[in-house]
Each structure stands twice: as structure tokens, then as C-alpha cells.
């Protein structure tokens, strides 16, 4: 009798124990919020047009590259790029002036370099907006580098009104092998020209200006 | 007169002997000993980690995907050997990260309690996650071992966070579950691995260059 009442305790004992077989864990995980991306003008490379006349509806043109090649492109080292095939190098016309109701020149222009900074190998989209004052009607054009991850391949991508551009931010291992130019991790640049037109009669010697806006987002 | 004592003497002795009979009955205890399960307990093999990806902008997702770590990774065995998915480790989304393939480290993780034993899992959402308003829901595989050596149907199947995963067995001693086939993979006695990658959806207070903590709870009993 005794043996009975000792087999019963422990087989009743037996499933009480299982409560103290469970696991509960909270696990945990991490991430990072990337680099927040920015935009300013390379110092010294704002863009500028020179030889416009007075009347209403002329019109000056400083023509930029819109693919990273040609006399207006300002050349893979400016550019930041390690491009595909072979090393572009600044054309022969990037200061150079001309269109309708503009005194054509070589040197008159200035291509703007515009930089963006932001999380390395992050994709970005570049849109850039046609400026307006009162005096003048303002449309840059250009294009904007685009990398591709690893050794050269880089391209500078059309951008203008209306066509923004999708372009990958410089990462961490790329590179250019051709002699071009060097990537900076989290970077790439924008190279503007533009057509200035005038909204009203102008004034001889004066300088104008004229804000146009570049929006870049993740 | 002699005859009578004779008599007598053996009643003495019958008597005696039953005197006996009845002092040889006993009552003794005995000791029995029961041993309790192993206990259950979860290990990280690899950390979950959605690296430096992250973007600011408010209720975006971002999802890494965990679903086909391969069955070398995992510990289970088949047919044939199951390898890790060209998308293992990418993130997606809708805004909240860069995308891309393997940017993303998924989580590894192991149960471990008694050989051939069953258990319940729960893998769930914690919710508010440390370091702000942002929600992460936890998605992945866990081993399904059938439990046999005759065939080779482990599998890592696909979980619910919040469905329970019941009755799910804990690898069989080590060299008899499914891994005559497929020696690399082979499962290991009393484990069971799952994998953790998951959908953050960034909520809106994060800040740039700035880690996050995640959170997800695991609860396993027998």
C-alpha cells in the first residue's frame, strides 16, 4: 500500500514540472539611420552667363554635356568619375557662349558644379527646377553623375526641367582605373549650363541674377 | 503417559511455527528516481541587423528578408542540398531603406532542450521597440523536422509573428534525423534553428546617422 501512494505522488508531480520548462527571451536587433543627403556649389564654380543683349526675348546659351561627353563636359576629374571605356576629359567648349540675341564667345561661361553629399551607395533623385525673375527666364540643363559599384563604369546622367535623374551616390569601393576621375565615397556632382532669356528690355553692364532650385532626395 | 507428551510437543512446535508465518510479512519503502526534460534555452548565432541603411522619412517600410537561409546554415538535411537564396539578406521596401542585395545581416537563432523532444514557439512583436515610435515585425523560417531517417522531408518553413508554432520537434539524436542523404546540414540532438529577418516601418522621429535598437520576442515551452 505504502509503494501505491509513493508511485501516484511522483506521477502527479511529473506534470507540474513542465511549467518550469519554457524559454522567454526577448531578442533584439539593430540599425542605422543613414546620412542625411545635402547639396552646395563646389566653391569658386557657380554658374554664369555672359553676352546677353537688351531685348526682350533674347536669349544666351552656355551648353553643358548632358552625357558626360562632347565639348561641354567638364571632364571626368571635375566630375568625380571613374567612367566606362575610356577617361573623358574636359571638352573645348565649356566656357563658351552663344544662341539668339547673345555676343558668341569662347570665354564668357562658366559651367556651375553643384555637390552632393549623402549616405555611400545610396540611390538619390536629382530634379532640377527652372529659375524665374522678373528680367529673366532661367533653364539649367545639364547632367549628374551616376556610379556604378566597383572599378569605372561611372556615367553623368541628362538632367534637366521636367527629367530628373535617379544616380547612385559614390560607394565605398569604387573606383576608376583609366586615368579619369577619383570617386568620393557618398558624393556625386551636378554640372549645369543653362539659357538665360530676357523677360523684359535690359540694361547695358549690369549683372542679374536669378535663383533656380536643385532638389535631391533618398 | 509418554505418548501424551509427545503429543504435546508437537503442538508446542506447530504453534511456534505459525508464530513464524506470521512474523516473516514486511513493508519496506522504495526509491524511484524521475528525470526531468533538459531545459529549453535560445541562442543567437548571428545577430539581426538591418545595417547602415535606413532613411528618416516618416511610416516607410523596409524589409530584409530571411526566408531561405539554406539548409547547411539552418542544420536541416533533404534530398538535395538547399542553398542559401540570392535574396537572403536583401532589403526592400517602400522608402524606408536603401535596397539591395545583401545589405541586410538576418538573425540566426537556435532552441535547444531535449533530443526528439516537441515544443511550442511563439515569435512575436514587442511593441513600443526601444528607441522610439517605429514598429518592427519579425518574419523568417524555422526547421520543421519530420522526425524520421526514411525520408528526407526537414524543411524550413515559413512563420506568422504572433501564429504559434505547435508541437514542432527538436532534432533527433544527432546522425539519425534525415541526414543520411545529406551529410552537410546535418541536424544536431535537442535543436532546432529559426531565422529572423523582418518589416520596419520607420514611424517618425528617426534621425539621420543614428542607431535603433530592435525588439521581438521569442517564447518556447514544452
Given amino acids: ?218 | 503417559m509418554q505418548l501424551k507428551k509427545t503429543k504435546l510437543a508437537k503442538q508446542i512446535s506447530l504453534a511456534i511455527l505459525g508464530f513464524t508465518l506470521i512474523s516473516s510479512a514486511t513493508a519496506d519503502t522504495f526509491t524511484a528516481s524521475v528525470t526531468t526534460l533538459d531545459d529549453v534555452q535560445i541562442n543567437t548565432i548571428t545577430g539581426l541587423d538591418f545595417g547602415t541603411n535606413m532613411f528618416t522619412a516618416t511610416s516607410q517600410t523596409c524589409i530584409l528578408d530571411a526566408a531561405v537561409p539554406g539548409n547547411i546554415t539552418m542544420q536541416y538535411a533533404t534530398t538535395g542540398v538547399i542553398a542559401e537564396h540570392a535574396d537572403f539578406g536583401d532589403l526592400s521596401g517602400s522608402g524606408g531603406c536603401i535596397t539591395g542585395n545583401k545589405l541586410g545581416t538576418p538573425g540566426i537563432y537556435s532552441i535547444s532542450g531535449a533530443t526528439a523532444g516537441a515544443v511550442n514557439i511563439l515569435i512575436s512583436q514587442v511593441s513600443p521597440q526601444p528607441d522610439g515610435d517605429y514598429t518592427f515585425v519579425p518574419s523568417g523560417c524555422y526547421v520543421n523536422f519530420d522526425g524520421t531517417t526514411t525520408d528526407d522531408a526537414d524543411v524550413c518553413a515559413i512563420y506568422t509573428a504572433g501564429t504559434p508554432l505547435l508541437a514542432q520537434e527538436l532534432a533527433d539524436v544527432t546522425g539519425t534525423e534525415d541526414n543520411t542523404t545529406t551529410p552537410s546540414g546535418a541536424s544536431v540532438a535537442g535543436e532546432l534553428r529559426f531565422s529572423v529577418g523582418g518589416t520596419i516601418n520607420t514611424g517618425t522621429g528617426l534621425v539621420a546617422e543614428t542607431p535603433y535598437g530592435l525588439e521581438f520576442q521569442v517564447d518556447v515551452t514544452y
Fill in chain 1, 1 to 218: 500500500m505504502k509503494h501505491k501512494i509513493k508511485y501516484i505522488a511522483m506521477i502527479a508531480a511529473l506534470p507540474l514540472s513542465f511549467d518550469s520548462f519554457a524559454a522567454s527571451e526577448v531578442l533584439t536587433g539593430t540599425f542605422e539611420t543613414i546620412k542625411a543627403v545635402s547639396i552646395s556649389e563646389v566653391p569658386g564654380k557657380a554658374i554664369a552667363l555672359e553676352g546677353l543683349q537688351l531685348t526682350l526675348g533674347d536669349e544666351c546659351d552656355l551648353v553643358a554635356s548632358n552625357d558626360g561627353s562632347g565639348n561641354g563636359y567638364v571632364g571626368d576629374v571635375e566630375m568625380l568619375l571613374g567612367a566606362a571605356g575610356n577617361a573623358n576629359a574636359q571638352g573645348s567648349a565649356v566656357t563658351a557662349m552663344s544662341g539668339t540675341g547673345c555676343i558668341a564667345s569662347t570665354t564668357g561661361g562658366a559651367i556651375g558644379i553643384y555637390e552632393i553629399d549623402g549616405a555611400e551607395g545610396a540611390t538619390v533623385t536629382v530634379t532640377v527646377v527652372d529659375g524665374q525673375s522678373t528680367e529673366l527666364d532661367f533653364a539649367p540643363n545639364g547632367c549628374v553623375g551616376n556610379y556604378v559599384a566597383g572599378v569605372d563604369g561611372d556615367s553623368c546622367d541628362t538632367i534637366s526641367d521636367g527629367t530628373p535623374a535617379a544616380v547612385r551616390l559614390a560607394g565605398a569601393t569604387d573606383t576608376g582605373s583609366l586615368g579619369e576621375g577619383t570617386p568620393v565615397p557618398g558624393k556625386t556632382r551636378v554640372a549645369l549650363g543653362a539659357k538665360a532669356t530676357a523677360r523684359t528690355a535690359l540694361t547695358a553692364s549690369t549683372p542679374y541674377t536669378v535663383d533656380f532650385d536643385i532638389n535631391v532626395t533618398y
